[in-house]
């Protein structure tokens, strides 16, 4: 069964923008503290931003001011604004609890270059 699908990623150049969206199946969603993860080529995936049941977000020093995380619990749905992007953002980007309690997704794959 599949339990996270993520969308939205793209090639977009320096400076633009994208919106990422997951899609997650566990009814338990509502409850949990969500997070984006990207993992670049070659590198460990980490944990990019994080956003709490009530709404409370986190978010690594690379990427803040820039990028937004918000959720639909109604639609079991977390999203990740992106914008001012850099080539140093290119990654596959996941979504899922910072307790890490689904499987993962297959991700969507953000390049940025010129």
């Known amino acids: 069964q599949v339990e996270l699908v993520e969308s939205g990623g793209d090639l977009v150049q320096p400076g633009g923008s994208l919106r990422l969206s997951c899609a997650a199946s566990?009814?338990?969603?509502?409850?949990?503290?969500m997070a984006w993860y990207r993992q670049a080529p070659g590198k460990q995936r980490e944990l990019v931003t994080q956003i709490s049941p009530g709404g409370i977000t986190i978010y690594a020093d690379s990427v803040k001011g820039r990028f937004a995380i918000s959720r639909d619990n109604t639609k079991r749905a977390l999203y990740l604004q992106m914008n001012s992007l850099k080539p140093e953002d290119t990654a596959v980007y996941y979504c899922?609890?910072?307790?890490?309690?689904?499987?993962w997704g297959q991700g969507t794959q953000v390049t940025v270059s010129s």
């Open positions: 566990k009814s338990s969603f509502s409850i949990l503290t």
């Open positions: 899922n609890s910072v307790s890490r309690l689904y499987s």
